[in-house]
């Protein structure tokens, strides 16, 4: 264990459900992070939230949605998938503002059907 | 745009050094981390760089040279356990991390 715990570890879901991802984490740092995974490619950055508020979303299709109740906690709502969302789906969290290491959690490995 | 490249596989036999290189074109730069990552689980922090040099911790070393826009990460006395991935990341003058696809490195006996 990382000190940053994501659930679950695996999902299939098919084009028209809906799901959630968990991340929490108990380090007492204040940006949490949603990275997507893909075979041979570079970490994606989806959102970033600093003291629970959002502070950055790259281009993400609205089918993806975040909520952050607090600063130990970030979901990941999924809803009308396509197949080429399947990956891992990496959460991270930071003390953020400063130049310092990510931790991340194991991920969620999502097939989509 | 912005760019981190390293090689995508390498093999190398257990006991042996291995240099995994990175060489990046960034807006700025803010530090550069090593992270590895074995197969399903969480990368996790190996290093980090913002000066030139080399940073020894242990079996794992990272080099580098900002000049050139070039990190090094060598293992020495490679066991089974260091089959992974490794990922290069270099921080922009923005303190965005800016990520390689990672170098997957095999160990054989």
């Known amino acids: 264990e990382t000190g940053v715990t994501q659930t679950p570890r695996h999902l299939v879901m098919g084009m028209t459900n809906k799901k959630s991802l968990k991340c929490e984490q108990h380090?007492?740092?204040?940006?949490m992070y949603w990275y997507k995974q893909s075979a041979k490619k570079p970490l994606e950055l989806m959102f970033v939230?600093?003291?629970?508020?959002?502070?950055e979303n790259n281009s993400v299709p609205s089918r993806f949605s975040p909520e952050c109740p607090n600063s130990s906690h970030l979901f990941l709502h999924l809803h009308t998938l396509q197949p080429e969302d399947s990956a891992l789906y990496l959460c991270?969290?930071?003390?953020?503002?400063?130049?310092?290491?990510?931790?991340f959690g194991s991920g969620t490995r999502l097939t989509v059907v | 745009g912005q760019n981190i490249d390293q090689p995508t596989e390498m093999t190398a036999t257990e006991g042996a050094i291995v240099q995994i290189n990175c060489t990046y074109q960034?807006?700025?730069?803010?530090?550069l981390f090593w992270y590895q990552q074995h197969a399903g689980e969480a990368p996790t922090f190996l290093s980090y760089?913002?000066l030139d040099g080399l940073e020894e911790k242990g079996r794992f070393s990272s080099f580098l040279s900002r000049s050139k826009g070039y990190s090094y990460l060598l293992l020495k006395e490679l066991q089974m356990k260091d089959s992974a991935s490794y990922l290069c990341?270099?921080?922009?003058?923005?303190?965005?991390?800016?990520w390689g696809a990672g170098t997957k490195l095999i160990i054989k006996p």
């Open positions: 991270a969290s930071s003390q953020g503002g400063e130049v310092g290491g990510y931790t």
């Open positions: 380090l007492g740092h204040n940006a």
């Open positions: 939230y600093n003291f629970k508020e959002q502070t």
């Open positions: 960034t807006s700025g730069f803010n530090g």
């Open positions: 760089n913002v």
């Open positions: 990341a270099v921080t922009d003058s923005n303190y965005q991390l800016i």
